[in-house]
């Protein structure tokens, strides 16, 4: 209903389709639709007036009722990755008002996180985000109208992998072998990827391909590697090992010529016994250690009482580890011996 304060003596209100009369200064009207035209004729009394009657009129404007209606706009989206911040925002109000007021909750809580049309959070998997507009919409229905959204966090699988071998390791690889070992992505292997070789949890440094090729691995090593795979929410790693199982190129005793010696123990730190029977005449025999490169380190001779050789050899103490070579010599006949120095 529309209240029109008239002031005046008499006036006449009509619209387009009837005729009210009014001998007050107000006159009570419901509109009709949006476009009807209200006219107000005035009739003075006046005795010095121009004119006797004089017009005013208004096109009524008759807005709609509904009820309030509300809706969650989300950035970047309603999926995001892990740690993403995600800006929520008041998205195509209907029946608001000209100042409607907001409240976010989450989760069922009764906890009001924010007041403004918009909301930033950082969400775990599943959280469901609720808007509450409350309307001063003077046409509305009802007071307020909620909305709701649920946010899913994206679970980023992280690379599938494992390390082959060139030799297979089946029965074990020797002592001074070049073994080339392989990391193979299997699964979620990215856009691309990167790696690093760790030896006995030392990061090698350089070593950031798919492959390491070394001939200085030891029995018991553990070779890991980490791979990282550049996924849609950034890099993700994982690491796969493998222990190596190396053995001596002679293990056991060395028996040749008649000759039957062992070294113990082996691998050994620098300090190792020769022991065993020799088939020779000779009361000395000549005891050489050299490198994989032929490189003479160490060089004696050893008595011999009765066949039977017990020697004891100590080695520098700077000599790099790896694999070596002990030659017995007694006249031209020679056996050779490898043995692993691990200091």
Known sequence: MVVLLLFMSHAIVGTKDSLLTSTTSSVSYIPGVTGE????????????????????????????KGDPAVSISSAP???????????????????GGTAPTYKWTKNGGSTVLGTSATFSFIPANNDKVSLEMTSNDQCRNRDSAVSSATLTVKTIPAPVASIESNPATTGGLVFGQSVTLKAVVTANEGTEQSYQWILNSKVLAGETSSTLTSDKFFNNDSVACIITAMGECGPVSTSVYKKMSMHNLAAGNVAMNGN??????????GIFTIDGTIASNEEEVAVEVTNMLGQVVYKDVATVHGGQINKQVQLQSNLANGMYILNVRSGNESSAFHFVLEQ
């Not at 009394?45 to 404007?61: G, K, P, R, Y």
């Not at 999926?79 to 209907?94: E, N």
């Not at 039957?260 to 730190?269: D, E, L, R």
Request: net charge positive.
């Open 37 to 64: 035209q209200i006219k107000l004729i005035m009739h003075s009394t006046a005795a010095c007036a121009t004119s006797a009657d004089v017009s005013s009129s208004l096109v009524m404007t008759v807005n709609p």
């Open 77 to 95: 989206g309603l999926s995001v990755c892990p740690g993403s911040t995600v800006i929520l925002s008041v998205a195509t109000p209907a029946f």
């Open 260 to 269: 039957n010696i062992h070294i113990m123990p082996n691998p050994n730190k």
